[in-house]
Each structure stands twice: as C-alpha cells, then as structure tokens.
C-alpha cells in the first residue's frame, strides 16, 4: 500500500508560477505516475504523467509547454512545475500511482491504483 501526499497548492494571480510536490509513503520506483485535476462542476481530468524511469512523459494539450512533471526515485517524490497560470488552471490537483508495471504513460484515471488527498490551486485573473 502506498500512500501519496501533495502539497504546494495556493492562491497566486494569473501568470505565476507554483510546484507541486508529491510525496509517496513507499518506494514508487517502478511506478508511472502521474498529476490529475478537478475543477468544480468538473469531471476529474489528466495533466501530465511521467514514466518509472523518468525519461517518457505525457501532458494533456492545455499545459503544454507551461507545465513540466518530474520525479526523483531516490526521495519517492513526484514534481509538477506550473508556469503562465491561468484562471482556468483552478482545481484541486491530485497525484496518481500506477502500480502495473508497463511503458506507456495512461491518461485515464481508472488506471491508477493509489491517489493523494488533492492539493487546492487557485488562480485569479
């Protein structure tokens, strides 16, 4: 069982910056992981996941080239850097473990066996 906490969520007005952090409770090594979100009203959507080993990533079309995910096996943590933030980037972000040992990136969250409590990021314009 792994257990998953995120933080760095905030308040910031439109075209900061924040990072994400999530930390896991047992070694994710070989774990995909990846960054969801949920804004009110909303579904909970994809946006951005990386591989075991660090070297595949997958970010959904509305953050690219504004987000980055990271990780660092040897500290079990997940990064999720935020830059040009937009109102519409308000959600509460939640990190995701896939524990089925594969190498391609999922995107939909039914692939992941362990969530985090979410971290809340809001945006003002």
């Known amino acids: 069982q792994v257990q998953l906490v995120e933080s760095g969520g905030g308040l910031v007005q439109a075209g900061a910056s924040l990072k994400l952090s999530c930390v896991a409770s047992?070694?994710?090594?070989?774990?995909?992981m990846a960054w969801f979100r949920q804004a009110p009203g909303k579904e909970r959507e994809f946006v951005a996941g990386i591989g075991w080993s660090g070297t595949t990533t997958s970010y959904a079309e509305s953050v690219k080239g504004r987000f980055a995910i990271s990780r660092d096996n040897a500290k079990n943590t997940v990064y999720l850097q935020m830059n040009s933030l937009k109102p519409e980037d308000t959600a509460v972000y939640y990190c995701?473990?896939?524990?089925?040992?594969?190498?391609?990136?999922?995107?939909?969250?039914?692939?992941?066996?362990?969530w985090g409590q979410g971290t809340q990021v809001t945006i003002s314009a």
């Open positions: 995701a473990a896939d524990s089925t040992f594969r190498g391609r990136v999922q995107t939909t969250s039914r692939e992941y066996d362990y």
């Open positions: 047992g070694r994710i090594s070989w774990y995909n």
